[in-house]
Nanobody, 130 residues
C-alpha cells in the first residue's frame, strides 16, 4: 500500500518561509517521481516542483513562478521529500499536495498538471498573508 503524508503547512506573512514534508511509504525513490502540486480556490491544479532519479542522478522540475524561491529535495533514507519555500507571496496561497508516479508514467504534462500521478496525499494548507 502506498501512502503519502504531507505536513508543514500554515500561515505565514509575505516574504516568510515554510518547509513542507512528504513522508512516502510503499514507493521507491529510485523508480518513482515525487512532486508537489497546489490548487488555489477557483484555480486549476498546477505542478510546483518534482524530483526524480535517472541513472542515479536527481532531476528536478519547477514551476516558473517559484524558480529561485522554492527548493525540492529528498532524503531517501527517510523516504521523505521536502519543499523549502522562501520569499513567499500571497499568490502562493493554496492547498499543497504531494503525489507520486512511476517513472514510466512520467511526462511533462504530468509534472505540470498532476494528471497521471498515481498516488496522492491529502494536502496541507499554505496561507500567505499580505
Amino acid at each position: 500500500e502506498v501512502t503519502l503524508v504531507e505536513s508543514g503547512g500554515g500561515l505565514v506573512q509575505t516574504g516568510g518561509s515554510l518547509r513542507l514534508s512528504c513522508v512516502a511509504s510503499g514507493v521507491r525513490f529510485d523508480s518513482y517521481a515525487v512532486g508537489w502540486f497546489r490548487q488555489a480556490p477557483g484555480k486549476e491544479r498546477e505542478g510546483v516542483a518534482s524530483i526524480f532519479s535517472s541513472d542515479g542522478t536527481d532531476s528536478t522540475y519547477y514551476l516558473d513562478s517559484v524558480k529561485g524561491r522554492f527548493t525540492i529535495s529528498s532524503d531517501n533514507a527517510a523516504n521523505t521529500v521536502f519543499l523549502q519555500m522562501d520569499s513567499l507571496k500571497p499568490e502562493d496561497t493554496a492547498i499543497y499536495y504531494c503525489a507520486a508516479a512511476h517513472l514510466l508514467r512520467l511526462s511533462i504534462t504530468t509534472l505540470k498538471t498532476g494528471n497521471g500521478m498515481e498516488y496522492w496525499g491529502k494536502g496541507t494548507l499554505v496561507t500567505v498573508s499580505s
